[in-house]
């Protein structure tokens, strides 16, 4: 999976193409140095292998001793011995007691990556459990028993999709491509069903990530530090805890994260932030409530830059999408971050509770116009049977969705992967 969140590059390599002559020169000098090193090195270290001996004819009586004869597989069978016990013709520092050890390794590295994969796989599926069971199964027993599709089977399936919040206008497209290739006879049984539904949901979400496209950290220039995260939604959503894991995900992955509680209107915002950022070992910035959110923000990044900070994640009011006042008040921390930080705030995330459904929707319509959202992080996608809710929030805002909660634990907030959602609904 990679790095949860990158943004530094400094594991590039300087060539020193535009540096001056003496530089070069010096550069020259130090790369024969080395390259002299590692021929030292590697003569030290090489294995000696004795050459075998050639032995002469000796007389011992009417018969003569022949010299052995050994071929060239079996010569080289004798010498890779050497390196499986040590042996006295191994000079220099290297031991072969160490080489088991680096196959170890080897397979460590290369055997890692798929065990995650296959991992984050299973955590998915099993997240998306309660959608799959209430879309696969409908369909299934929607064609049990049944020779052909018919409108019975077709008022069924739209029944099915409806029900997991998919969207009415993404289900009735769907209906209608079903219908065409099964007036096509090219649209036979249950398993043709499913993939022809799941090209359509995936299309979906990957036409939303083309269309607006998924922040990326590293498109930022260095230039502009802190990277200014600043999260938005409504109480409830899981605002607060999406914001913990983000900071524990991110400082995990070798980052500085601070966390802005610009949340002044309930006390108790401010208290469970500062549980996580104690949990997570990152500084929290906050104030006493009632204080001008704009304030807040505006010490925090004044904080984040004396401490050189990566990230910065900004926490905002838990407010209702209808409240004028409220998201006027975003709008003024939104001025405040880009006067202190160039294009600040970098990221804007919608947090969005999978199991509020369409009321999600409405919710993602009114930030937008507001808060310029740039992403999506959907929650509690492992407690609700209408995980569907993504399929239309893509569909009808074109937003993509950046992170998703599978889980309560601090690895549980995954980067969202539409393959392996729509996979995760069907298998």
């Known amino acids: 999976m990679g790095l949860f969140w990158r943004r530094k590059k400094d594991d590039f390599i300087s060539l020193g193409l535009s540096a001056p002559d003496e530089t070069l020169e010096q550069a020259r000098v130090e790369e024969s140095a080395q390259v002299e090193q590692i021929a030292q090195w590697k003569a030290e270290t090489a294995p000696v292998i004795a050459e075998p001996e050639v032995v002469e004819p000796v007389a011992v009586g009417p018969e003569t001793v022949k010299p052995v004869e050994i071929s060239v597989e079996q010569w080289a069978a004798e010498a890779a011995k050497l390196f499986e016990t040590p042996s006295p013709t191994l000079q220099g520092s290297q031991s072969t007691a160490a080489k088991p050890a680096v196959e170890e390794k080897v397979v460590e590295w290369v055997e890692a990556p798929i065990v995650e994969e296959e991992s984050?796989?299973?955590?998915?599926?099993?997240?998306?459990?309660?959608?799959?069971?209430?879309?696969?199964?409908?369909?299934?027993?929607?064609?049990?028993?049944r020779k052909q599709i018919d409108e019975t089977t077709l008022g069924e399936l739209e029944e099915a999709l409806i029900g997991a919040d998919i969207g009415v206008q993404t289900t009735l497209e769907i209906i209608e491509d079903v219908r065409r290739q099964v007036n096509r006879q090219a649209l036979k049984d249950v398993d043709e069903l499913k993939r022809v539904i799941k090209e359509h949901l995936r299309g979906i979400l990957e036409r939303a990530e083309a269309a607006r496209g998924v922040a990326s950290e590293a498109a930022v220039g260095e230039d502009a530090r802190p990277y200014v995260m600043m999260v938005v939604g409504v109480n409830g959503t899981g605002k607060?805890?999406?914001?913990?894991?983000?900071?524990?995900?991110?400082?995990?992955?070798?980052?500085?994260v601070l966390i802005c509680a610009?949340?002044?209107?309930?006390?108790?915002?401010?208290?469970?932030?500062?549980?996580?950022?104690?949990?997570?070992?990152?500084?929290?910035?906050?104030?006493?409530?009632?204080?001008?959110?704009?304030?807040?923000?505006?010490?925090?990044?004044?904080?984040?830059?004396?401490?050189?900070?990566?990230?910065?994640?900004?926490?905002?009011?838990?407010?209702?999408?209808?409240?004028?006042?409220?998201?006027?008040?975003?709008?003024?921390?939104?001025?405040?971050?880009?006067?202190?930080?160039q294009g600040a705030p970098h990221e804007t995330l919608l947090v969005v509770?999978?199991?509020?459904?369409?009321?999600?929707?409405?919710?993602?319509?009114?930030?937008?116009?507001?808060?310029?959202?740039?992403?999506?992080?959907?929650?509690?996608?492992?407690?609700?049977?209408?995980?569907?809710?993504?399929?239309?929030?893509?569909?009808?805002?074109?937003?993509p969705i950046r992170y998703c909660g599978i889980g309560e634990k601090a690895d549980d907030l995954v980067v969202f992967d539409p393959k392996t959602y729509v996979d995760g609904l069907f298998e």
Request: aromatic residues 4%; without cysteine; proline residues 1%.
């Open 120 to 145: 984050f796989f299973s955590r998915f599926r099993k997240a998306v459990s309660a959608t799959r069971e209430n879309i696969a199964s409908r369909i299934e027993d929607a064609v049990k028993g």
């Open 240 to 256: 607060t805890t999406t914001i913990g894991k983000l900071a524990q995900r991110i400082k995990t992955d070798g980052y500085e």
């Open 262 to 341: 610009a949340d002044t209107f309930r006390a108790a915002a401010s208290d469970q932030l500062a549980i996580w950022a104690e949990r997570a070992g990152v500084p929290l910035i906050q104030q006493k409530q009632g204080t001008d959110p704009a304030a807040v923000l505006f010490d925090s990044l004044k904080a984040a830059k004396a401490r050189n900070a990566d990230v910065l994640i900004v926490d905002t009011a838990g407010r209702l999408h209808n409240k004028a006042n409220l998201m006027a008040e975003l709008e003024k921390m939104k001025r405040v971050a880009g006067r202190e930080i």
């Open 353 to 399: 509770d999978a199991v509020t459904g369409q009321n999600g929707l409405s919710q993602a319509r009114e930030f937008m116009k507001a808060a310029n959202v740039t992403g999506l992080v959907l929650t509690k996608l492992d407690g609700t049977a209408k995980g569907g809710i993504a399929v239309a929030i893509a569909k009808e805002l074109n937003l």
